[in-house]
């Protein structure tokens, strides 16, 4: 796109001191969407060189606001840090078009409204089956065993003290159910990104390699080749987990998230850590696991999380959650007010690896750019990019294509379904695409 500073509207969204008077009023009001729409339209009212700005008398720059003048408060206000009243909009939400079963919901991390790669713990997204409990962590215990003793010598029960005597790993991964942009398949334009996609969050998790567990009860590998993870709520969450993916030291049963304990709405203070692999998978309040020498077959993986395919059929066990993208902002629910300057901003990640590649196009997929990467890019994590972008005020769709390191290609809705037929829930990772018109408004569209 040439050099920026001969760009109009060049800069990027703009400071709050940047903001016109109503801008300020709205922010100091809370309205959270009203300060994205706000910054975002700062960012092209910019065009107008900063100086001459001045000379208009800008309030939020001559008058000198009483923060400046008085005391502030003192520390340990809040013990326990919270974000800015400013913030409160940006909150976890149930999608209004999903039924809530018993306890059974889930609530959407507001991706639009995050930046880099790490989902603030108070917003990581939320998948229960039979609602959320906070377990005393002197009661909880893990359990490992089989069914047959060839499979594990000695069967053992861990408590929490004698789990974070052990040696720990930290490691930041993605979390991402495999209903994430399931109402998609039925061609549902969920407005928001935060519905579309926000079944999804990426934090650093701390704990104990699954692999010295298994050992310390002396597992045999040659025989026991499957590991059952089981939770410790009302739902029986069980699911089968290859003993390849425990072996090579990915698997981990976690008590740390984000450099504190884990919350309790994602399992506190125990769950399994299982990189690349579906939410499912993920066991919260983790209490036994079981080895074995084939999969179970449990109501988790063979009548929920299959994949209906075009012949009919269904697909089992298919954990791995492919290369995807999305652009947080501008997307859907926002609106560009002006024309100018815009950081197209969103995350891609694969549960093959590493994202090497993202390419964004604003006319619908026929023309491609690079995006920057901003790294350092993390095995199976959220990687977030970013492209320079000035809109000319015309109709465009927004569109974001992640490349892995496998070298696998984000497929287009055309591509996908051309596979995958379109009666499935799970397993969308099709380009999703945001249609700018010519208002500003922004929209969910699919594009073939
Ligand atoms: N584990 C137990 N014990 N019970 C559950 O209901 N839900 C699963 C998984 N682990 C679940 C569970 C599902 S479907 C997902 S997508 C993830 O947890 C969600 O994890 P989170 O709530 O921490 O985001």
New binding site residues.
């Given amino acids: 796109m040439g050099d920026l500073s001969k760009q109009p509207g060049r800069l990027r969204p703009a400071p709050e001191s940047f903001l016109s008077e109503a801008q300020v009023k709205a922010v100091a009001a809370g309205r959270r969407d009203f300060l994205r729409k706000s910054f975002i339209a700062a960012g092209a009212a910019l065009a107008a060189p900063v100086a001459a700005r001045a000379g208009e008398g800008d309030p939020a720059i001559l008058n000198l606001p009483d923060w400046s003048k008085t005391l502030g408060m003192p520390v340990a206000m809040n013990p326990y840090g919270q974000p800015s009243k400013y913030e409160s909009q940006l909150l976890r939400r149930e999608s209004p078009g999903l039924t809530r079963v018993g306890q059974?919901s889930?609530s959407f991390t507001p991706l639009q409204g995050l930046f880099g790669i790490i989902t603030p713990s108070g917003l990581?997204?939320?998948?229960?089956?039979?609602g959320w409990h906070d377990v005393d962590p002197a009661v909880h215990r893990l359990m490992i065993n089989a069914s047959d003793p060839a499979f594990l010598k000695q069967p053992k029960v861990y408590t929490m003290d004698d789990l974070m005597r052990l040696p720990s790993v930290s490691r930041i991964h993605f979390?991402?159910?495999?209903?994430n942009t399931g109402l998609e398949w039925g061609n549902v334009a969920v407005p928001t990104v935060q519905y579309t996609h926000g079944?999804l969050?990426c934090s650093e998790f701390t704990g104990v390699p699954l692999r010295l567990l298994l050992e310390d009860c002396g597992v045999d590998y040659k025989k026991a080749r499957f590991v059952l993870a089981e939770?410790?709520?009302g739902?029986s969450?069980t699911r089968t987990i290859p003993m390849e993916m425990v072996e090579n030291g990915e698997v981990f049963v976690a008590y740390g998230m984000n450099g504190e304990m884990l919350r309790p709405?994602?399992?506190y203070p125990l769950?399994l850590v299982v990189p690349g692999v579906?939410?499912?998978?993920?066991?919260?309040?983790?209490r036994r696991i079981e080895v074995g020498d084939k999969p179970w077959a449990t109501k988790d993986e063979a009548v929920h999380y299959i994949d209906l395919m075009p012949d009919g059929l269904h697909r089992q066990y298919t954990s791995i959650q492919e290369c995807k993208s999305v652009i947080t902002t501008p997307s859907g629910g926002q609106r560009l007010l002006e024309k100018g300057f815009y950081n197209v901003s969103g995350i891609a990640w694969s549960g093959r690896g590493k994202i090497t590649r993202v390419d964004v196009s604003t006319d619908g997929g026929i023309n491609w750019q690079p995006a920057r990467i901003e790294g350092p890019v993390q095995n199976k994590a959220l990687t977030r990019f970013n492209m320079n972008w000035v809109w000319d005020g015309k109709p465009a769709m927004l569109q974001s294509r992640a490349v892995d390191e496998t070298g696998y290609v984000q497929p287009s809705y055309g591509q996908l379904r051309a596979v995958r037929g379109s009666k499935s829930i799970y397993h969308n990772n099709a380009i999703q695409t945001w249609k700018v018109a010519e208002s500003g408004e922004i929209s969910n569209v699919q594009v073939l």
Avoid at 175 to 179: K, N
């Fill in positions: 059974a889930v990581h997204f939320e998948r229960h089956h039979q979390i991402e159910c495999g209903a079944m969050s939770g410790a709520d739902s969450m709405e994602n399992g769950r579906q939410g499912v998978s993920w066991v919260k309040w983790l």
